[in-house]
Nanobody, 124 residues
Framework: QVQLVESGGGLVQAGGSLRLSCAAS????????MGWFRQAPGKEREFVAA????????DYADSVKGRFTISRDNAKNTMYLQMNSLKPEDTAVYYC?????????????????WGQGTQVTVSS
């Protein structure tokens, strides 16, 4: 199995920045892509960004394009999400996820491994 641990969440003012990290361990050789999803209270989990483990293919939700940047360090089995120009509507629990080959990067249903989440709160 694959284990994922997120870190870097916290409280930030609107317009500020945070960088989230996701460390993967276990059967990391099986990972095809990793992504970030978020969930606010009372709402369903939504796609934020994803990146393939090889190559430079990335995908972003329209709501974060131009503000968030996803990246990876394969040697460290770590994925990052640089979040700039944060807005109050970005407030949510952010989850790291990993998937095997198959299915679109934005579909949470095709991700088989999930972290416990890290809280991001953006004050207005």
């Amino acid at each position: 199995q694959v284990q994922l641990v997120e870190s870097g969440g916290g409280l930030v003012q609107a317009g500020g920045s945070l960088r989230l990290s996701c460390a993967a361990s276990g059967r990391t050789f099986s990972i095809y892509a990793m992504g970030w999803f978020r969930q606010a209270p009372g709402k369903e989990r939504e796609f934020v960004a994803a990146i393939r483990w090889s190559g430079d293919n990335t995908d972003y939700a329209d709501s974060v394009k131009g503000r968030f940047t996803i990246s990876r360090d394969n040697a460290k089995n770590t994925m990052y999400l640089q979040m700039n120009s944060l807005k109050p509507e970005d407030t949510a629990v952010y989850y790291c996820a990993a998937k095997h080959w198959g299915g679109p990067l934005y579909d949470s249903r095709v991700y088989g491994y999930w972290g416990q989440g890290t809280q991001v709160t953006v004050s207005s």
